[in-house]
């Protein structure tokens, strides 16, 4: 088992950026990939990134590329998603889950999440 805890999220301005932080408990990071899912109010859950703690390799979102990176801290069991020039359309809940070999898009094969953290684009 391992449990995630998300925190970073909040009210941003269109353009500004955030820094979303995914701490694991429990089990280390180490045995698992990492990915980052937003949802929107009415929407499915959406795939923003991953990356595999054991390779570094990443993937990153078409309607993010560019904007959004994952990055991870090993000394610190911690997964990053730093997101910049923000829009209105990404505010979601952006959570964080876990999966022992998976870093695809499809949410249903990550075994573990987050509960979530808040994030608001607006003016």
């Known amino acids: 088992q391992v449990q995630l805890l998300e925190s970073g999220g909040g009210l941003v301005p269109p353009g500004g950026s955030l820094r979303l932080s995914c701490v694991a408990s429990g089990r280390t990071f180490s045995d698992y990939c990492a990915g980052w899912f937003r949802q929107a109010p009415g929407k499915d859950r959406e795939f923003v990134g991953s990356?595999?703690?054991?390779?570094?390799?990443?993937r990153t979102a078409d309607s993010v590329k560019g904007r959004f990176s994952v990055s991870r801290d090993n000394t610190r069991n911690t997964v990053y998603l730093q997101m910049n020039n923000l829009r209105p359309e990404d505010t979601a809940v952006y959570y964080c889950?876990?999966?022992?070999?998976?870093?695809?898009?499809?949410?249903?094969?990550?075994?573990?999440w987050g509960q979530g953290t808040q994030v608001t684009v607006s003016s």
């Open positions: 990356i595999s703690w054991i390779s570094g390799d990443r």
């Open positions: 889950a876990a999966s022992p070999t998976y870093m695809g898009p499809t949410a249903t094969r990550y075994d573990f």
